[in-house]
């Protein structure tokens, strides 16, 4: 983790999203006073936008996702693996990726959270905030977190397949947005394999939505055990 976070494209990536977040703040509808809680509303209103879900699979691989790449062909990888196992060192890798893409959305959430809290809830009408909007507004930007961290990691599949910046980079993106267009244009049901359903949730998932939770953390564990998988089949060669 601490490598991690002395990565500047993680920090980069970070105020991406919160940008994103800002442009995406719906000013228009602030009517003085508010509603007790409105901040709330209008900080999901900010992480539903058009804009957050397409910059998804671009800034969730900007942190590492290619680190595989940069460590290769550096020569940087041969002298590491000699420090550690190489078990150890996929198992670094592959939750260091995954922590790559889930970071940035979720630092760059509670720090607009917190500017809604601070700018909006002094204007709001006393009253009590219900824990379920509270929750219901943390699960969305969880949702958008795990999502950042799948991209991540399929972007480190890519890059220990074709060992190439370009690939590693550019395919994440295409998977996405082929997912997208596949609904939108020629299978309007198809709503279980739409990255803007897995956000917003708007379709049936089972009791108290807990089916997109269960699609989400399995989506991550399959795409982590692949990563892992290639990379062990890479350090193999060396």
């Given at each position: ?50 804009l957050l879900l ?124 082929m997912l997208i ?35 989400l953390v399995v ?20």
């Amino acid at each position: 983790m601490k490598e991690l976070l002395q990565e500047k494209g993680l920090w980069i990536a970070s105020l991406i999203c919160l940008i994103a977040m800002l442009i995406g703040f719906p000013f228009y509808k602030i009517e003085l006073p508010l509603t007790t809680g409105s901040f709330l509303n209008f900080y999901q209103t900010t992480l539903d936008t058009q804009l957050l879900l397409f910059l998804i699979p671009i800034v969730a691989v900007l942190p590492v996702g290619a680190i595989y790449v940069r460590e290769s062909s550096s020569g940087f990888l041969k002298l590491y693996i000699t420090r550690i196992s190489r078990m150890q060192y996929i198992k670094e890798k592959t939750l260091q990726i995954y922590a790559g893409g889930f970071l940035p959305f979720f630092l760059a959430g509670l720090f607009a959270e917190i500017l809604c809290f601070l700018f909006l809830y002094p204007l709001e009408l006393q009253g009590t905030i219900s824990l379920e909007s509270m929750q219901t507004a943390f699960a969305h930007l969880l949702r958008i977190s795990l999502i950042g961290g799948i991209m991540a990691e399929i972007s480190g599949i890519f890059a220990a397949i074709f060992r190439n910046y370009y690939m590693a980079y550019g395919l994440p993106f295409v998977c996405y947005y082929m997912l997208i267009i596949l609904k939108e244009r020629y299978l309007p049901d198809m709503y279980t394999m739409y990255p803007g359903e897995w956000i917003a949730v708007k379709q049936h998932w089972g009791t108290q939505g807990t089916g997109i939770w269960i699609f989400l953390v399995v989506f991550s564990l399959v795409v982590m055990l692949l990563n892992g998988l290639l990379l062990y089949t890479r350090l193999q060669e060396i």
